[in-house]
């Protein structure tokens, strides 16, 4: 595989950008070797600047549903960037989307527009404060929820913990009114709400995890969950920042017929330009400045731009309503995955819903932050290698998920499959682990 434009613009970005990048995944870090520099996308593929094609199936981090470069899509932010790019005054534009989303989601009455899912995140989390004038949050471990100062915070193991910042510069002061619980496990949520539910604002969960790689939740979870916060009075917070309109149009909640109170979307509202929200019952959202009392603002909220696009996509989206037809490419290809790693001897667990999944190289169930922490993960930085030779591009980490969009064909299945084959024949050609004399050994980790 040719990389060397890409290896030489990265090692002159590093010397003016931090690391080379913008977001710290993107540097390949966890995997090892240097990032491809992209230079265009189209439909379900990307190309780097070395003129390799991959199949993609990072797609923006999941931003991208429809496939890249969309054709109406492009052509609409075109026609509307003629008309200008930023006004700081309300456009037509934003009342259509924040009325769709409010159509889908039956949840959303009132709808604030932000640019980034972290804002969308802390500006929600502060209505909730603002509203109950309560101060405590119940985060889960392993669920990612942008970079928000007092959610960035180191989880515990199998219990209930006080938030202990996991990032230089957060203050412990602005932690501690965090409590990370472990994902799924309702008996802790339930003696944790009634210690301190009257100190408890509000409750914010992924109710799909994607950033332990995907997690879902177990069977009765998220309805408890949901119980619980109407008993106690505690804004129950969706983050659907990947799965709005990506599981389902109307999200998780839509699928398990939940209705939180407040629900923050982003990613693929944006169409690919940077977009997000939050929403919820007009009788919270009302606390809102200039209404309210509870502040937050934004120069490019809103964006004509990011919300052509973003409106734009919510239409085709809506239109073409292919979800049973890319959930099911998914779970073809998730199981076809499986039983190349059953042949070749590989342990592996997938877990996936809807159009995202997470491959685990081990044969134990992953449902929450600590199960997930077992997994070999220097497995999947050279499988992930192994994939990326085949030119299928994953997720530079173990702990993230891969996405497909409507553009991803049946021969990108097949191709993925044949070069996954191909990857874990290159990985491991042992078969099962050798079991002697009652040790068992473990061969796969001198890999
Ligand atoms: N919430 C979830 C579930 C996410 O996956 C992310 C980002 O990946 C965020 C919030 C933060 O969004 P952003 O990166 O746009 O700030």
Redesign the pocket.
Known sequence: MKKLKSANLYKEACRYLVGGVN?PVRAFKSVGGSPKFIAKASGSKIYDVDSNKYIDYVCS??AIILGHAYPKVVSEVKKNLKNGSSFGAPTILETKLAKLICKVFTSIEMVRLV???????MSAIRLARGYTSKSKVIKFAG?????VDYLLVSAGSGAMTFGKPNSEGVLADFTKHTIVLPYNNIDILKDTIKKYHSEIACLII?PV???MGVVLPKEGFLKEVEKLCKQYKIILIF?????GFRIAKNGIQGLYGIKPDIT?L??IIGGGF?L?AYGGRKEIMQNLSPIGSVYQAGTLSGNPIAVTAGLKTLEILLEKDEYKSINNKTKILCTALKENARKSGIDITINQIGSMFTVFFTNLDIFDFESANKVDAKFYRRYFHSMLNEKIYMPPSQFEANFLTFSHTWDDIEKTVTANKKALKSLWSGGKNINHKGKNYEFRKYL
């Open positions: 977001s981090w999941g640019s980034s899912g972290t804002e969308a995140v669920c990612y929820h942008g970079h992924e995890c994607g950033n983050d659907e920042i990947i799965s923050c982003g990613k940077p997000a």
